[in-house]
């Protein structure tokens, strides 16, 4: 059994290599072309640093809007999809839907968006929203899950109601849960903001595009090197406001 | 104080954890519930305020009904009954204070509470609960911080805080050191004694449930299979009880 586990994966993977013309000659034979482009974007061309750094504000800006909306959006969709909280009825389609929207990543999302409101940041923080409210009610919903049954009872026990008994049962296990939830999102939706502007949707990505269209390598280093940077700077930032957390 | 008929509890998927109980208790008794685990003391107790749904019987406590109570009445007769558990269930990142606050949920407006603002009168009840079991130099530590007995002790005064007229607890012991078993059975007959509370208790050791109980209900495979007074457990009472398996 499993040997023949083995196989199956074994074969799956070597069609798949073969399917999409995975070949270690070509990317050796590619090197050359690599070290190329690399040679060709140094040194950075630090006139368009203002630029750069003009997008990478709006990129963060993206980020920390969106993540914070969709903190608060997906809260009652936590509950609701939360096996131990809500009634069978509700939890079922609840979760369904959430997995449902939670297949879509943010940039198509983004796409969907601009062709809804047009061009610009604005798009982008629509997409980040609706991405990371399917994805953090999903977090937080297993967080609900996860907690422990005895302080619950004890609330119960008291005669409180349902609001009292979440309020004072289940937000004190889950609250420091959610918030690193909301911290480790905005990390990720950092680096999913930095190819927004790849489709229109603001922020440092479409710096980046623009100046590789217009084969203009040093430039395109320079909005790098600042992406490195700020991505750099707010894991560092949410890390640490992580650690606090615990 | 507790009226229990026929009461049976049926556990998923098909375990009979109380098989037809039938008794009474009255208002100051301190009864013990006696037995090896496994036999539905557990079970029992918490089919009394329906933290378990009771398959059949009935329950009435305080002259008020428990089973077929609508959400609010139960809500209601709940908050007469004090629960203290095995495993303490305190809320670990809430204050010694706050955890012991709790216990007037039932009592305080819900949705200021749910703010976090209790009237200042429930708030000084809370703090004399915390002094009443010797823990108010505590109010201010957060709950997972303190010791084991310490726990037990802020649970209890979170059942305190109820303004109950009767006190359920299971197993309020067995997670602690043996050395502590005294301090908290003390704790919970002085309460019986000064307030008159209706306690019911439950215990596997046999001379503890002695040492205080006024009565003593053997449970054995979900039936009580002996109800009287501690002087009449005899070596064939505790055989009944036990199973020739000594406790």
């Known amino acids: 059994m499993r040997r023949a586990t083995a196989f199956v994966i074994l074969l799956a993977l070597g069609w798949a290599a073969w399917d999409t013309g995975a070949d270690p000659v070509r990317l050796v034979r590619g090197m050359p072309w690599l070290v190329d482009i690399v040679r060709r974007m140094l040194p950075p061309d630090l006139r368009v640093l203002p630029a750069a750094l003009a997008g990478a504000a709006t990129t963060v800006e993206i980020a920390l809007l969106g993540t914070a909306v969709a903190a608060v959006l997906a809260l009652p969709l936590a509950f609701l999809s939360a096996r131990n909280v809500a009634a069978p009825a509700v939890f079922y389609p609840a979760r369904t839907a959430l997995n449902f929207l939670r297949s879509v990543d943010t940039l198509v999302y983004a796409l969907v968006f601009v ?3 047009g061009l610009g940041p604005f798009p ?3 997409a980040v929203i609706a991405y990371t409210t399917t994805s953090l009610a999903k977090l937080y919903s297993e967080a609900i899950e996860g907690i422990e049954r005895g302080p619950v009872d004890a609330i119960t026990a008291t005669g409180a109601t349902r609001l009292q008994v979440l309020r004072f049962g289940v937000l004190p296990q889950v609250l420091p849960l959610f918030l690193s939830y909301v911290l480790y999102r905005l990390e990720t939706n950092i680096r999913a903001a930095t190819v927004l502007g790849f489709v229109g949707a603001g ?20 909005v790098l090197l600042v992406t490195v940077v700020m991505v750099m700077a707010v894991d560092f930032v949410s890390s640490r406001l992580r650690d606090r957390l615990v | 104080m507790i009226e229990v008929a026929g009461l049976r509890v049926v556990l998923p998927p098909a375990t009979v954890a109380v ?7 009255g208002p100051g008794e301190f009864v013990v519930i006696l037995g090896p685990s496994g036999a539905g003391k557990t079970t029992f107790l918490r089919a009394l305020n329906r933290l378990v749904e009771p398959t059949g019987g009935a329950v009435r406590v305080a002259g008020r009904a428990v089973t077929g109570a609508s959400v ?3 809500r209601s007769v709940r908050r007469q009954v004090g629960v203290i558990f095995q495993q303490f269930n305190l809320v670990r990142r809430l204050s010694a204070l706050d955890n012991v606050l709790t216990g007037r949920l039932g009592y305080v407006a819900p949705l ?6 209790f009237p200042a009168r429930d708030r000084a009840l809370a703090r004399e609960c915390l002094a009443q079991v010797g823990l108010a130099h505590l109010a201010d530590r957060r709950a997972d911080t303190l010791s084991g007995g310490e726990q037990q002790r802020v649970a209890i005064a979170r059942a305190l805080a109820q303004s109950p007229s009767v006190i359920l607890a299971d197993e309020p012991t067995a997670s602690l050191d043996p050395a502590l078993t005294g ?24 001379a503890t449930a002695l ?3 006024t009565r003593i209900v053997g449970f054995r495979r979900g039936r009580v299979v002996f109800d009287g007074p501690p002087s009449a457990v005899t070596p064939s009472v505790v055989e009944s009880i036990y199973g020739g398996a000594a406790p």
């Open chain 2, 183 to 206: 301090s908290i059975m003390e704790a919970l007959r002085r309460i019986n004694m000064e307030r008159g509370l209706t306690l019911v208790v439950s215990q596997h050791q046999l």
């Open chain 2, 72 to 74: 609010a009445e139960l």
């Open chain 2, 19 to 25: 098989d037809g109980v039938d008794l009474a208790i």
């Open chain 1, 124 to 126: 982008g923080v629509l």
């Open chain 2, 112 to 117: 200021a509470s749910v703010a976090g603002r």
């Open chain 1, 115 to 117: 062709a809804a409101v």
């Open chain 1, 203 to 222: 922020g440092i990505g479409f710096y980046l595009q623009t100046y590789l269209r217009l084969i203009d390598y040093p430039a395109a280093s320079t």
């Open chain 2, 211 to 213: 040492e205080y109980a």
